[in-house]
């Protein structure tokens, strides 16, 4: 069956050409020119992926990525900018956008882009469901979380995470006590490099910490190791 995909963008010319090309490689394109049409579309076709541009009418884009997300709504985003901006990117990547695009862009990178998303998005599923009984539950002192139902729980209460933190967790929690560069987190979890953009990494980290540590200055599940990375410790 074919992956659906909801582009979402005012910008007539854009829509256009990104739908050609996109149809061309055997994805179904359905469009919306504002945020809440693109929320009202999200819900009722649950697209496999949607393509979100930043600046629009009524709702910008990093609003309707949050009210996605609020709606337990976690396809994949790639997030379209006009703005080569540090600030809209890492905020975007923050509220569950899963990839970003600065605009002007090829139809070519467009594509590129969807597909690895897609590509990323399922090997996660495979490797939530096709994880023996012993990974149905990863268990690090008070911390808990079970793969298969992508859900993590600290001192009992289940953990609000966006999609990456959790894949961020998860990777982190498989690898307790082995040390990962910022380069291996940035595949793992991210799919491909974002040129060396280890800033992405480290705001999520910072995330997971305030939802895990008691003291966010000296933490002990997940320890810096200075000029190298991270690792995932097991507390005594």
Not at 61 to 82: E, F, S, Y
Not at 165 to 177: A, G, T
């Amino acid at each position: 069956m074919a992956k659906k995909i909801l582009l979402v963008d005012d910008e007539e010319s854009i829509v256009t050409l990104a739908q050609f090309h996109l149809q061309k490689e055997g994805y179904t394109v359905i469009a919306a020119s504002d945020g809440p049409i693109a929320l009202h579309l999200a819900q009722e076709e649950r697209p496999d992926l949607i393509v979100l541009d930043l600046m629009l009418p009524e709702m910008d884009g990093l609003d309707v990525c949050k009210a996605l997300r609020q709606r337990q709504l976690n396809m994949p985003i790639v997030m379209l900018t006009a703005k080569d901006d540090e600030f809209d990117k890492v905020l975007g990547l923050e509220l569950g956008a899963d990839d970003y695009l600065t605009k002007p862009f090829s139809p070519r990178e467009l594509v590129a882009r969807i597909k690895a998303v897609l590509r990323r998005s399922t090997n996660i599923v495979e490797q939530t469901t096709g994880q023996d009984d012993q990974d149905s539950l990863i268990t690090i002192a008070e911390l808990k979380v079970l793969p298969d139902e992508y859900k993590a729980y600290f001192r009992g209460e289940e953990m609000m995470l966006t999609p990456k933190e959790f894949e961020l967790l998860l990777f982190l929690s498989r690898n307790k006590k082995r040390v990962l560069s910022r380069d291996q987190l940035l595949s793992a979890v991210w799919d491909y490099d974002f040129a060396g953009d280890t800033r992405i990494v480290d705001v999520h980290i910072s995330h997971l910490r305030e939802k895990l540590e008691d003291n966010t200055k000296k933490p002990v599940y997940i320890q810096t190791i200075r000029g190298f990375g991270y690792k995932m410790e097991v507390p005594k």
